[in-house]
């Protein structure tokens, strides 16, 4: 069965620590998908990054990196210097690759509150 | 930057009321859905929509839920009968096709509370 398990519920940071959250997913897929979104006090949620079960390779966009780790089933995400701008929930999701066709859903992590305080 | 929209952004109704949410996906793309999170809680899936019929639905779409594309535009989620449980925040999303790996584009959501 498809699951994604955030284990932090809430972290609390000062501005310019650097934080990870933690994603860990299970799926019997050879071809999955996995996603982080944020999203923010107002309710809306944002796409931050894709990544295909295929590309290990790490990824940085500004201060933002993602750690993709088949072996252990994780993907976490880092945020570096962290900003007051930064606070929100960020979920973890997941899509498995052998719904193709009309049949695609995310499957989604509990979240992780993220409070980054001046 | 196209944007999902959705309307209302709040609604407060009496239970047993009927209540239509209603949403603009991204003009191109081809596949809509609707996600649903009770607060505090985690996203969950409702039902996806492609080709003027439903392609995937959750146990949670029971025979309450609707969704129906009345015109080129609008996507819209009817619950026929509200109940106290159905608060939560709406979220319809939409992508270009229905491929696992396409990117989902959610709307701001539209918080709906049963009274």
């Known amino acids: 069965a498809q699951k994604v398990t955030q284990a932090q519920t809430e972290i609390s940071v000062v501005e310019k620590e650097d934080v990870t959250l933690d994603c860990v997913y299970e799926t019997r897929d050879t071809t999955y998908y996995l996603f982080w979104y944020k999203q923010p006090p107002s309710g809306e949620l944002v796409f931050l990054i894709r990544?295909?079960?295929?590309d290990e390779q790490n990824e940085i966009s500004g201060r933002y990196s993602w750690n993709f780790q088949k072996s252990t089933s994780s993907f976490n995400f880092t945020i570096t210097a962290s900003q007051v701008v930064d606070s929100a929930v960020y979920f973890c999701?997941?899509?498995?690759?052998?719904?193709?066709?009309?049949?695609?859903?995310?499957?989604w992590g509990l979240g992780t509150s993220l409070a980054v305080n001046p | 930057e196209p944007e999902v929209t959705q309307t209302p952004s709040h609604q407060v109704t009496q239970m047993g009321q009927e209540v239509i949410l209603r949403c603009v996906p991204i003009s191109n793309h081809l596949y809509f859905y609707w996600y649903r999170q009770i607060l505090g809680q985690k996203v969950e899936f409702l039902v996806s929509?492609?080709?003027?019929?439903?392609?995937?639905k959750s146990e949670i779409f029971d025979d309450q839920f609707s969704v129906e594309r009345p015109d080129g535009s609008n996507f819209t989620l009817k619950i026929r009968s509200t109940k106290l449980e159905d608060s939560a925040m709406y979220f319809c999303?939409?992508?270009?096709?229905?491929?696992?790996?396409?990117?989902?584009?959610f709307g701001e959501g539209s918080w709906l509370t049963v009274v």
């Open positions: 999303a939409s992508s270009t096709t229905a491929n696992s790996g396409n990117t989902i584009y």
């Open positions: 929509f492609y080709n003027n019929e439903i392609s995937e």
């Open positions: 990544r295909n079960s295929f």
């Open positions: 999701a997941l899509s498995e690759g052998s719904n193709a066709g009309n049949n695609r859903k995310l499957i």
